[in-house]
Structure formats: C-alpha cells, structure tokens
C-alpha cells in the first residue's frame, strides 16, 4: 500500500468515526438531557459537543460558536458560566457509560493530574506551580483526574480541580472566581480520595488503583488500607519501609537486591512496542497475619541504564503475582495516553472561561465527548477480533 493510499484509508477511517460519533453522541445527549433545565441549554450542550468531536482547529468559544451556526460565543459561555444545568450529575452520567461499555475483569482506577498553562491571576486556581504539561513550574491550573482502564480501553470518569492554598487562604479572590466559602484546601490526595469514594460508593468494578509519586503518599495509601482495596502507588526513592526490623529507603534497598531478584517482564504495549524493563520485588511484613492480604515493594529499572529505577508500594490479595503486579503498574500509562488524546482530539485544554464552575463545566463535557471516542473505538476493535476469528475457522 503506498503513502497515498494509506493517507485516504486514514482520512475515510476518520470520517466513518466521526459519523458513528454523531450516531452515539444522539443517544447519550438523550441520557443527559435531564440534566438541562431547559431546553436551549440542552440542544447547545449537544451542539457543544458536536463540536468538540468537529475536525475543528480550535475548540475555543469562537469556532465552537460557528460550528453551532451563532454569530459569537456568548451562547456557549452561558452555556459554561450561567446556564441552569447539573455538571455534576452529568459526571455521574459519564461514570455510568464508561464503565458499562468498558468494564471487564482486568479493570483499574488510575489518578493522575496535567496541567492547564494560562495567563493572568484570575482564572480559578491558576499559580505558578510545577506543570507536568510544561515540565516545569508554570504560571498554570492543574487538575486531577480518575480514569478507568482496561482490555478494552481506558477514559475518565472523574475530575477536580486543585486549588493551592495561596486561592484558598483568599475568599475574596475565590468569590471572585465563582468558589464557594465551603470549599477549603484539599491536598491532590485528598481530591483523589473523594473520587475514589465516588467510584466505589457508585459500585465501578475494578480491583486496583494505580497513581504515581504525587498519590503514592501516607494519607491515601492508608485509606486505601482501610477501605481493603488494592493499589500500585509509586513512591520516591527516599521512601521509607521497614525491612529487616529498620526503617531504610526504597533505594538503598533495591541496590541490595542479588541479580538473581530481577526479571524481565513487559508492562504493556507502547507505541513501539512491549514496554519491557527489568523488575524486583520483595514483601514487606506490615500486613496482619491472617488477612490474606500481603503489602510489597515492587522496582522498576531501566534494560539500558539500571540506575534508572521506579519505585511503588503495593498491596493486594497475598497469591498475587509479580506479573500481575507488573501489569497494574503499567496501566499508568494509559491516563496519560488519555490526557493526550482529550487535549488534542476534543479540546480538553483549548477552554477560555476562567470561573470555577465552567472549568467543571467545560471539562465533564469535553470528556464525555473523549469517552464516545473510547468506546467507538473499542467497539470497533472488537468487531475486528470477531470478523478474525471467524475467518479462521
């Protein structure tokens, strides 16, 4: 197949996507549609998210504006900023959809936070923090967010954003922004915990919660402890855990570690290829005797270079393997494939409203239309699968 012929494949693939795109965003607008009080802010939702799921350049209040037929973006900043509709129950909405289309035995919860860089003070929670989407500290919003991943797929069913202390300290700066005087300083891992709760409260199937350094903390861990539920949390390498009856960090650890404690194992696919690394692990006594549950230490280091390493606390049922291990630490990756695909197919970033509750607002929606994108897709991976098989039988 030449360039030429794969490049009109790609585009006709593309257009047969966004048609049964329109085709499976009627039948979710019908799911949502309650929550809209009346009816203009209803059919602009659904306009609204046509145009996330556009070929459109930009998804900002203007073009999205031209692609519902208005002559300028007032009506899809009402839509954000005043109109009377519950972002919240819709949020539960997209819970519901993701996990019916995607849920299957090998499921996970996985947190992780991006950034949003902007400019100006205003903006609900902007400050000059570290940006992952920069990589550096960035003048930023930063949001935290629950994604469910498994075989089939993986998109989000949860987001908040985080406030520092220096907006939350500042109630005249919050009510100018649109936050309530209820709302106070939560750490990330507080804002993980909450939707966390959320998924389990609403009964999501999954049997880990994987998250990285940032949640891989005392405070979530030990609820996640309390609450019996499974993770893969990394930590830094000046982690602390008792081996040996003393207190040593994971790093000087791992560098004890024989050769003969390390094997090589995959942690999925990646764009080119199996993610293969070198990995270890050893349990640590800090769980209960009876409980059939069993904590460890599992470490990560690089084919081409082992002083690069990864390190996680994890917990779970004590017949658990370090393959299976291996594998929930890998899902990590899928929400940040996630946050890539969210910002640059359906705008998730390309937002222009600065209030707290049109952040929420534009977010939820912009997700929605990232999880129609999911599950089209997983649809048709399957249908693929099936048309295989039969073909060799």
């Known amino acids: 197949m030449t360039t030429e012929e794969r490049d009109d494949e790609q585009q006709e693939n593309e257009e047969e996507l966004l048609q049964q795109a329109t085709e499976e965003l009627a039948r979710l607008h019908a799911r949502i549609g309650p929550r809209f009080r009346r009816a203009e802010a209803r059919q602009r939702a659904r306009g609204f998210l046509q145009g996330l799921l556009a070929p459109v350049e930009r998804k900002n209040g203007w073009q999205l504006a031209e692609e519902l037929g208005e002559r300028g973006p007032r009506g899809v900043q009402r839509l954000l900023g005043e109109a009377d509709w519950d972002e919240e129950a819709v949020r539960d909405d997209l819970r519901a959809y993701v996990t019916e289309h995607l849920s299957k035995e090998d499921g996970v919860l996985v947190v992780d936070e991006t ?58 700066r919050c009510r100018e922004a649109g936050i309530d005087d209820k709302v106070q300083f939560a750490t990330k891992g507080d804002l993980a915990r909450q939707m966390l709760e959320r998924a389990f409260a609403a009964g999501v199937s999954a049997d880990w919660v994987v998250g990285d350094t940032v949640y891989g903390y005392d405070e979530l861990r030990l609820w996640l402890d309390e ?47 199996p993610r293969l690394y070198e990995w270890a692990w050893l349990q640590v006594p800090e769980q209960s005797e009876g409980s059939g549950r069993a904590r460890w230490i599992l470490i990560r280091r690089s084919l081409a270079d082992a002083s690069k390493r990864a390190y996680y606390r994890a917990a779970g049922p004590a017949q658990t393997t370090l393959v299976e291990l291996v594998r929930v630490a890998g899902s990590r990756w899928k929400i940040e494939e996630g946050f890539e695909e969210a910002k640059g197919e359906v705008g998730l970033d390309q937002y222009e409203v600065r209030g707290f509750r049109a952040w929420y607002r534009h977010v939820t929606l912009a997700l929605l239309a990232h999880a129609i994108l999911v599950v089209l897709r997983a649809e048709a991976q399957e249908k693929k699968v099936a048309a295989s098989r039969g073909a060799s039988d």
């Open 115 to 172: 950034g949003f860089v902007k400019k100006g003070k205003k903006s609900a929670g902007v400050a000059r923090q570290y940006s992952g989407t920069a990589g550096r500290r960035e003048n930023s919003q930063v949001g935290v967010f629950l994604a469910y991943a498994s075989g089939k797929g993986a998109a989000f069913i949860d987001r908040a954003l985080y406030l520092p202390e220096e907006w939350t300290s500042d109630r005249v």
């Open 227 to 273: 609450q019996r539920k499974n993770y893969v949390l990394a930590v830094p390498e000046t982690h602390a855990v008792w081996i040996a009856g003393r207190q040593q960090p994971v790093g000087l650890v791992a560098a004890l570690l024989p050769e003969s404690a390390w094997v090589v194992l995959s942690a999925g696919e990646g764009s080119k290829g």
